[in-house]
């Protein structure tokens, strides 16, 4: 902590997290039940409604060391918010076969997703952290993220747009691993994690769907975290935005759950951004070279700008050309 705004606004963001999750768990769903689509709609709304007053508070508070303003932070906050978000879609994705790939029960999905999110954000934090702090010592590293970043949208990109995927438990390494060295039962155990038989303990279905997920969400952090980098070097900013995005992705996993595979054509303009990304980090300090105040809010606003756009002209497009229209040709 560098400053007094800065730990005060790290207290805020903790308030207001660890409140929604007490009010999430504690009363909300402090019962099993399923999720219904007009709750996921308030609560992601909720979501991206503290995440935009978030940015505010940024805006009128925060005091960002270095070469950058709060206006210029405020609007780095937004991009890296919305580029998560954007690439919690893959996520969701593969979440949604993990589930059911188990069986998962509607009315255990949201137990699975809360702690296994909620783990996502311990390990978020961690990399985030961790990476500023290398970030810092040897700042050559930002080029290596800068080619991971440009090697994931190259990849991305020649994905085929309307292939089927799924989830094949028999070849993941980690559920091999889990099942060779753990008693693992096939059952659910009634919402439970894990059940006691013959005084032996056995791990459920819903254990092994909440280690998955959290395996998949650091898998999914390799390429997050540097293109959260990308757009701002400032740890407060990456983290709040970051975990902002993850703790939104649970009301988003059952909003879109049945309709995610419609926006077919989002992965590509995530392509295009991870490049456009590492491509941007590559070349900073030449473009940057008297670090003017105007040439980084410059920077900034044309990067949001670029970003809000290749995602909406993306979901526009997939509503306009369906993927099954693209498949049959």
């Not at 954000?121 to 990399?127: D, L």
């Not at 900073?284 to 900034?300: G, K, P, Q």
Request: glycine share 6%.
């Amino acid at each position: 902590m560098e400053n007094k705004t800065e730990f005060f606004l790290y207290v805020v963001f903790g308030f207001i997290i660890i409140l929604s999750l007490v009010i999430d768990l504690g009363f909300i769903h402090k019962q099993s039940s399923s999720i219904k689509q007009k709750e996921a709609t308030i609560q992601s709304l909720i979501w991206v409604l503290l995440s935009g007053c978030f940015g505010l508070f940024i805006y009128f508070w925060y005091d960002p060391n270095g070469d950058t303003d709060s206006l210029t932070s405020t609007i780095e906050y937004y991009s890296a918010y919305l580029t998560e978000y954007a690439l919690s879609m893959d996520n969701i994705f593969i979440i949604l076969l993990i589930v059911r790939y188990f069986k998962i029960k509607d009315i255990y999905l949201h137990k699975v997703l809360f702690w296994g999110i909620l783990g996502a954000v311990f390990f978020r934090g961690i990399f985030i952290f961790v990476g500023a702090y290398v970030i810092h010592e040897f700042h050559y590293v930002l080029y290596l993220f800068a080619l991971i970043l440009m090697y994931s949208g190259v990849k991305l990109m020649k994905e085929d747009t309307g292939a089927e995927k799924e989830f094949d438990g028999e070849r993941n390494f980690i559920l091999r691993m889990c099942k060779k060295y753990l008693h693992f039962s096939e059952s659910d155990g009634d919402g439970n994690f894990f059940i006691r038989k013959k005084n032996k303990i056995y791990f459920t279905t819903l254990f092994l769907a909440i280690i998955l997920v959290e395996t998949t969400d650091i898998v999914f952090a390799v390429d997050s975290i540097p293109a959260a980098f990308g757009i701002s070097e400032d740890e407060f900013i990456i983290y709040t935005s970051n975990i902002f995005a993850v703790l939104g992705l649970r009301s988003m996993f059952f909003l879109l759950s049945n309709i995610i595979d419609k926006f077919h054509l989002l992965s590509k303009a995530l392509a295009v951004i991870l490049i456009l990304v590492g491509t941007k980090m590559l070349i900073h300090d030449i473009v940057l070279i008297d670090r003017w105040h105007l040439e980084s809010r410059f920077i900034a606003i044309v990067s949001f700008s670029v970003i809000i756009s290749l995602l909406l002209i993306s979901i526009v497009l997939s509503i306009l050309f369906p993927k099954k229209a693209i498949v049959e040709k």
